[in-house]
């Protein structure tokens, strides 16, 4: 079943300086980043940037810092204004908004998550997580029955009265994401959400996150600088580099297949095993009598087959979903897939 | 001759000097000048007299002297100074009922009613039996030493004032922090304002006010102590958190909402200081303004200086610097209340 496109962003400039017009024209003719700082003394921001985005998948854009990645996500409700290019939401161009229709965007379609948390000091985590709502006109009466709800579903039950300094850092992104499901807008965004968080509790976020996800299916843009972060979330993952888009696509995909030595070097860190999934290296299911060793789901990770296989690479798993068999894994493939990336380029140079 | 005389006949003015007559009045110097004599040519090098305006005019007398400078700038003012006062006298008017309501309430009132609700108001803004304690018994020490009327004619001026100075400084600050260049325009005017010898701003303000009337002192107060609350609001507004104003911009927040809902609450710890200045300033103002009739302890120090009464200046001096104490505390108390609930 293929999604709707939520978000779509074409062709998208951003230029930052005085007269980025005449730098925009520059950088149209293929001018780098660099020169472009050097020469013309402007910023280049973001370049061609095409990315769409999918009603109810998580689209991850990662990149290191400076790449671009907070100025594009600030572009979708506009906190940034682009130089050239469209912004579509719903099929609509967000450029041509006026400001109470970007307003109405902002209330009611758009809910954002930040780094910093950036909750109100002067109001109870229960009026933090209804500020949208109050922002709309309802009052506190409104919105609590709400408000208690969402602070309870992220583990905040009991914490209603305090305010945001008397909280611990994952307690207060936990009010910064009941803020943004307490406005009940289809789309989330989440500027590095976790990113100040320290790693154990970084972990709890990611998985309170996709439960939230599986039952409210959000269409939620996701930035981070982290790539296991980025591919433990991501059904759509976009890799930003110096304001340019690298890669996109399946997160398992890209990894299997990077298509930029900047990206091996990024992917070379990795556990393998546990970020790729049965599907992206099972093969079509066979008709002969091969013997399975068992039953795998094609969302396994390779670590846990791995271990039901107690290393034996001879043998071979039914890949099944809802008790139909879908696919086959051969241990032999497993094995190949966790090859890192940077050896088989090597090898395919050798073979070349 | 004077040093200059060949200046002005080189360039071909000595008709145009011949026929005028500088018209500024006559100094002490040129006074003593003419009971010597010709003042003597400069010797040397070393005395040449910097081309001033008076130097210049000695060579020719058509060129004005530095005295008709201060002397036009003075009947310029006057000139102006009807129509000046004509819209100006309207629109301070209420600030002379103010004070003097004020003033009339203070003492009117008996003091075991003022007394009680002073206390009242401090309990209920710093929430501390300590300091309602002090400042109760600071009070109880003035009027036993009879200097409750003038104690209380001088709170009455500051209350009236600082509650002025806020209500206007503080829309003046937020203006400041929204615009640039209103900022760029409004700071050297408080740099003035700030700089400028309180003595001196009595001087146009007694030319177009009666001293009679209490506004010409309420007025030097408000310009001298407004000051602080204006900077502070404008600092305050300018240093809010810019990842909460994103927040307020990422959820739709309209000016008006971030302004009342996230500015002006994360900015109230700064324009609080900035109160709490604003009081001290009007207690210094208050005194020097006795000057210019204002009532109040500053009467009694003006007495000291005055008759060198000694006794009767440091006695109502210890009295301003109990007053100081108390507004201080009290407003750096209600401060610390603030500033406890807007911990980040």
Known sequence: MAKNIKISIRNLYKIFGPTPDVALEHVRKGMGKADLLEQQRHVLGLRDINVDMKDGEITVIMGLSGSGKSTLIRHLNRLIDPTAGEIRVDDEDIMNYTGEQLRKLRRERMSMVFQKFALLPHKTVLENAGMAKDIRGYTTADFEADARKWLARVGLEGNEYQYPHQLSGGMQQRVGIARALVSDAPIMLMDEAFSALDPLIRSDMQDLLLELQEELQKTIVFITHDLDEALKLADHLVILKDGEVVQQGDPQEILLNPGDPYIVDFISDINRARVLRVRSVMSQPDDGDTDFAGDIAENDNLESVLLKSEGDMALNFRVVRDGEHIGTLHMKDLARALVPTAASAERNKNAA | ?344
């Open chain 2, 1 to 344: 001759m004077a040093t200059y005389d060949s200046l002005f006949s080189s360039l071909g003015l000595e008709q145009w000097c011949s026929e005028g007559k500088s018209t500024g009045p006559m100094s002490m110097a040129d006074l003593l000048n003419k009971t010597k004599g010709e003042s003597a040519e400069p010797a040397s090098i070393w005395e040449l007299p910097f081309p001033s305006m008076d130097a210049l005019n000695e060579s020719c007398a058509a060129f004005p002297q530095s005295r008709e400078l201060t002397k036009g700038l003075e009947q310029g003012f006057l000139a102006i100074k009807d129509s000046l006062s004509l819209v100006l006298d309207p629109l301070t008017q209420p600030l002379s009922w103010f004070l003097d309501g004020a003033l009339y309430a203070m003492l009117n009132t008996p003091w075991w009613i003022v007394i009680p609700l002073l206390l009242a108001v401090v309990y209920l803004v710093t929430k501390s039996w300590k300091l309602m304690l002090f400042v109760g018994g600071s009070i109880v020490l003035l009027a036993f030493i009879d200097h409750y009327d003038y104690a209380m004619q001088t709170l009455a001026i500051i209350f009236v004032c600082a509650f002025l100075c806020v209500l206007l400084g503080v829309p003046i600050g937020i203006a400041m922090a929204r615009s640039n260049s209103l900022q760029r325009m409004i700071i050297p005017v408080l740099d003035m304002l700030q700089t400028l010898p309180p003595f001196v701003y009595l001087i146009p303000l007694i030319f177009l006010f009666s001293v009679t009337e209490s506004k010409l002192y309420g007025i030097a107060i408000i310009l001298y102590a407004i000051v602080p609350v204006i900077r502070l609001t404008n600092l305050g507004i300018r240093l809010v958190d810019k990842d909460v104003i994103e927040a307020a911009d990422a959820f739709g927040m309209t000016p008006r909402q971030k302004l009342y809902k996230v500015q002006i609450p994360l900015a109230l710890p700064n324009i609080m200081a900035g109160v709490n200045q604003t009081i001290m300033m009007s207690l210094a103002m208050v005194v020097i303004a006795s000057l210019v009739s204002a009532p109040g302890l500053g009467v009694l120090v003006l007495r000291g200086i005055r008759n060198l009464e000694l006794g009767v200046g440091l006695v109502s001096g210890l009295g301003i610097v109990i007053l100081a104490v108390i507004l201080d505390r009290v407003t750096k108390a209600s401060l610390a209340r603030i500033n406890v609930s807007q911990k980040q």
